[in-house]
């Protein structure tokens, strides 16, 4: 099971950080995407870390300005969300899947992730 928290209201150029909870199976041999879908359009991937070597993908629109992490707490991970934009009003959701040797064939699509949390609710106000 994964949860996801964090979200809120927040300005334009300001930061949020979202967090990851996995329970029931360990992240080890994961890879975590988080994902965001805005009303009348179609998920997208973020960002995405795989646990057992740390590497890291982000979408075009994120980088720069978003950091996905995996902490000290075993079993989460977080998204550090910096300047953000009203472009960036989602639902964020993060998700699982086994990894895979090649992060960037899969590591943002999001129909091959098998397990999700529910979402959070992050609106940039402008």
């Known amino acids: 099971q994964l949860q996801a928290s964090g979200g809120g209201l927040v300005q334009a150029g300001g930061s949020l950080r979202l967090s990851c909870a996995a329970s029931?199976?360990?992240?080890?041999?994961?890879?975590i995407g988080w994902f965001r879908q805005a009303p009348g359009k179609e998920r997208e991937g973020v960002s995405c870390i795989r646990s057992s070597d740390g590497s890291t993908l982000y979408a075009d629109s994120v980088k720069g300005r978003f950091t996905i992490s995996s902490g000290n707490a075993k079993n989460m991970v977080y998204l550090q969300m910096n300047s953000l934009r009203p472009e960036d009003t989602a639902v964020y959701y993060c998700?699982?899947?086994?990894?895979?040797?090649?992060?960037?064939?899969?590591?943002?699509?999001?129909?091959?992730?098998?397990?999700w949390g529910q979402g959070t609710l992050v609106t940039v106000s402008s």
């Open positions: 998700a699982a899947v086994r990894a895979e040797h090649r992060l960037e064939m899969y590591g943002l699509l999001f129909y091959l992730y098998d397990r």
């Open positions: 029931g199976f360990s992240l080890d041999d994961y890879t």
